[in-house]
Every structure is written in structure tokens, then in C-alpha cells.
């Protein structure tokens, strides 16, 4: 059998991560696409070369047209630009919607079965353009932010609690901004809940609380960090959780920005929800109970992502 071909487009920092990821994860032959010329051309070699001593077999291809992306099994998009210190997610909005129409248009006409993942942001309403100008179908276009959110959270519990991240679940619900629904509630270690730690006296609500800040805070600390541009290892890790759910049919449950027509009393729009990802995309969205409290912050999150899509269709007219 053949093996899948992945289309990364847009081949920066988060671009070269994936595709090296896909290379030493092997899961299929990469094609690397940018506008920047020589940009795909040389990480896609330089990542071949690393084949040798990593003991990985793939072919990899750097491109400037969009021709070489035919008949992609999966396309991750980071297409655009990121933050600098100081810039809100939401500033991005007007450049990055003008670069979702033409990555649109290239997966349209060259990799319309692909299964399609958005990481530009700002994420909800950048995915929601993105299947807009690619007329791919709902279930087949879907947007990476909670993942990484939650393994964010997931990390930062590790470290209160010292106890290894892997025995941390954690949930974050809603658009992927500044308000991001971390759910305390349905995160666990090892299934137990947290509510019921702080109860046992493992943390306080105040340290909790603070938790919650820094997880929704994470994007901008690493900005800040970093001052050049934003997070890349983590989102490309995330990403590559996903394709890998998708071509292995894993039918991992995991929280995704994906199209919610009815569950959560949501009509027609793209949000984080947990949804299951299996060869069909997604395969299920979980329509999971909010307290009073959750529900309240789930639709802050909601109208910010909706106040989104208007300002893109008030640029665009063609989206309205
Ligand atoms: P960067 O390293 O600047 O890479 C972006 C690449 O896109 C560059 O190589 C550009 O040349 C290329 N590009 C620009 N316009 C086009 C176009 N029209 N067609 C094809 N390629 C183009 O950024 P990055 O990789 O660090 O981040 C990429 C995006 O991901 C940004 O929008 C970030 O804000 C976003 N991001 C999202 C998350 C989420 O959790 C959702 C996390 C981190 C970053």
C-alpha cells in the first residue's frame, strides 16, 4: 500500500515541526508548502537528511505550488502569521482570513478528500473561513486549539501535583482566546476529579484558580517569552495527535474546534468541543452537560468566536 500523503501548508516554524514529527512518527510521505521560496524546499531536505540516523523511510518534498499537494490524505495549515509580543490572537484576523482564502482554494482544487486541520489563527473563526472557501464537508475540516490548551493545563497539574503528565486528563472547552473554558470538573488525575483533590488538600482553589489563569494565559507566555513569534513545539505536537487519529482511525476523543450543528444547543458554527476522530474525521462531538457556572463561560466563549466570524464576513462579503 501506498503510503498516506501529508500536506503541510505553510512551512514555518510550526510547519518544519510537523513535518519532522510526520517523519520520525512515520506517517506518510510529506509535502511542505509556502509562498516563501526555498523556505519547503530546504527544511524538506534538511529532514530528509535526518533519515539516516533517526532509521526513517518517507519521501520528502519542499513546493511553492500548490499542484504538488494532489491528492492529500491530510492537510495541516499554519499559512499566515503569528503574534509578537503585545498582539492579541484577534489582531490577525483581517491578514490571515486573505491567506485561509487562498490556502482554501488550493485544497479545493487539488486535495478536496483530504482531511483538513487548521492551527492559524485566530483559530475558530480562521477554520470556520477556511471550510467557507474550501467547500470541503464539515466533518472533514477541523481546527487545533484544544489539545494543546489542554495539554497545557495537563502540564501545569503535573508540576502542582508531581505526578507524571500522563496520568493528568484535563478538558478545555470553547474558542481558543482568552476565554478558553479550562473545565476543572471533568479533569482527573487518574480519574480522580479535581474538585476532589482540593477537597483531599493535594491544592487550594486559590492555587486552582491560578492554574486555570496561566492556562489560558499560556499562548502569551510563551509570546513573551519568545518575542520573535508564538508557541510552535506544542501546537505542532497537538496537530500531529490529531492526523494520527485520523489515519489510524484511532477514534481518539479529544478536543477539537469542529462544526456543532445541535450538540451544546450550538446552530452551525465551529468551537472547541470534545469530539471523537476516526477515518471518517470527526466521527462524534460529545454533547456533554454544563453546570450553571461552565455554561455561562462556554457561551462568553462562543459569542467572542461569533463576533469573530462577523468581523470576517464584514471584510469578505463573499462569506456573508
Ligand atoms: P511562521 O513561522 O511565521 O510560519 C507561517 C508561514 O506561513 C511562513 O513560512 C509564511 O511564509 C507562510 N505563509 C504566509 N502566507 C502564506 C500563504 N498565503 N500561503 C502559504 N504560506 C503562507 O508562523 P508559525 O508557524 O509559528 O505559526 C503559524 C500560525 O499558527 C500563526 O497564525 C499562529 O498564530 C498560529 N498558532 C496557532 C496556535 C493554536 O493553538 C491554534 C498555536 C500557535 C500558533
New binding site residues.
Partial sequence: MARPKIAL????????TLAHLAAIKELGDVVL????EG?PQGKALDIAESGPSEGFDGAFRGTNSYEDIAGADVCIV??????KPGMS?DD?LGI?L??MK??GE?IRANAPNAFVIC???P?DA?VWALREFSGLPHNKVV???GV??SARFRHFLSLEFEVSMRDVTAFVLGG?GDTMVPLVRYSTVAGIPLPDLIEMGWTTQERMDAIVQRTRDG?AEIVGLLKT????YA?AT?AIEMAESYLKDQRRLLPCAAYVDGALGLKGMYVGVPTVIGANGIERIVDIRLTKDEQAMFDKSVAAVNGLVEACKAIDPSLA
Fill in positions: 501548508i505553510g512551512a514555518g516554524q510550526i510547519g518544519g508548502f509556502d509562498i516563501a523556505t499554519t499559512a499566515g502569521v503569528p503574534r490572537r490577525l490571515n486573505k491567506v487562498s490556502v488550493g492551527i492559524t489563527n483559530l480562521m481546527g487545533m486549539a494543546l490548551d481558543h499562548g513569534g508564538s508557541a510552535f501546537p497537538s
